[in-house]
């Protein structure tokens, strides 16, 4: 059975939106919307829109890239 993963953020658990703000944390490879975001700028890894924080991150988000390929 082939699943897709459902982006989600960790702080609201609200879906995560093609467009939206998002930054991912250095330590667990997490994504958050960047208005819930409580990491200090040394954790971030990387931040953006969800399109190119994918994008740039291949090997920690591959089971998102369904999101940019539709």
Known sequence: MDRKVIPHCHVCM??????????MDRTFKGILHADCSYLLPDEIEDQGLLESVISRNQNWLKSFNHLIMQ
């Open 14 to 23: 609200e879906e995560m939106k093609i467009g939206q703000e998002i930054v």
